[in-house]
């Protein structure tokens, strides 16, 4: 199985997903790894990215989680994954492929975003995340209100892990 903890910059997808994966004992991938540089440079910026942008990133997602699955392991992305169309890309197999929605607020985020230093998407950016944001219909959607602890406790109660 591959879970995708998606949502916003700042939501807090790679606390989670990495703690998730641990918990799991899966591997743990954070897809702003896989930007080209490009991509991060124009973010750094303040530049919002456009479709085009993200086609070959998504593509390498994909790819990734298509060789993950099959070599049977599992794995966690920390993936933003605004837009169904995106979704849709990294959803390589419905069966094996589930997306949990980390949902929050404008203004817990950004309080958030401004106090992690040094991270390339600044405070600045979240209009256009949000913007572009089309929440999930068919994701575990969890408030991010919840303290890190108790966000895993209900993600791992409702995929039946314990």
Known sequence: MFLIVMG?????????????????????????D????ENVTKMSQ????????????????ARLIRGSLQKGQSGVLACS????K???ELTVDPNQVKFIYLKGDYALIKARMEARPGHYMKPGMLDSQFAALEEPTDA???????????ILDFIKKQLGQK
Do not use: M, N
């Not at 896989?34 to 540089?37: D, E, G, K, L």
């Not at 085009?52 to 997602?61: E, K, N, Q, V």
């Open 86 to 88: 995106y979704r849709d």
């Open 140 to 150: 575990l959607t969890v408030d991010i209100r919840h303290t890190p602890q108790e």
């Open 34 to 37: 896989f930007h080209p540089a």
């Open 8 to 32: 916003v910059s700042g939501c807090g997808k790679s606390t989670i997903g990495k703690s998730l994966a641990e918990d799991l004992g899966w591997h743990f991938y954070d897809g702003d």
């Open 81 to 84: 994954a605004l837009k169904q």
């Open 46 to 61: 303040g530049i919002p990215l456009t479709d085009a942008d993200r086609a070959g990133w998504l593509a390498a997602l």
